[in-house]
């Protein structure tokens, strides 16, 4: 009943950006926290950061200062916006969110994933 779609990713070269976006579609009546999380090869997910829908967010201190999460309540939608992005950023990145849907339901949803690579 709800789904969450990715977008962005690729190859990028030390030192560069990149944005993911990540919307939120079907029966949906609220989303509570979103965020994104992401998983290297040979190791666990991990929490890359998190916004309320309020707007309080919370990041890994491993990219504190380099990335940047926005949401748009109207598009139901989350940003991560990456930059100084370095080698150990590779990985496959997924959103995440708690929706509650139309029939009050609470939902924790997961996007598709999509390949963040760093790499000159």
């Known amino acids: 009943q709800v789904q969450l779609v990715q977008s962005g990713g690729g190859l990028v070269q030390p030192g560069g950006s990149l944005r993911l976006s990540c919307a939120a579609s079907g029966s949906i009546f609220s989303i509570n926290t979103m965020g994104w999380y992401r998983q290297a090869p040979g190791k666990q997910r991990e929490l890359v950061a998190t916004?309320?829908?309020?707007?309080?967010?919370n990041y890994a201190d491993s990219v504190k200062g380099r990335f940047t999460i926005s949401r748009d309540n109207v598009k139901n939608t989350v940003y991560l916006q990456m930059n100084s992005l370095e080698p150990e950023d590779t990985a496959v990145y997924y959103c995440?969110?708690?929706?509650?849907?139309?029939?009050?339901?609470?939902?924790?949803?997961w996007g598709q994933g999509t390949q963040v690579t760093v790499s000159s």
């Open positions: 995440n969110s708690e929706v509650v849907g139309l029939n009050r339901v609470r939902y924790n949803s």
């Open positions: 916004i309320t829908a309020t707007g309080f967010t």
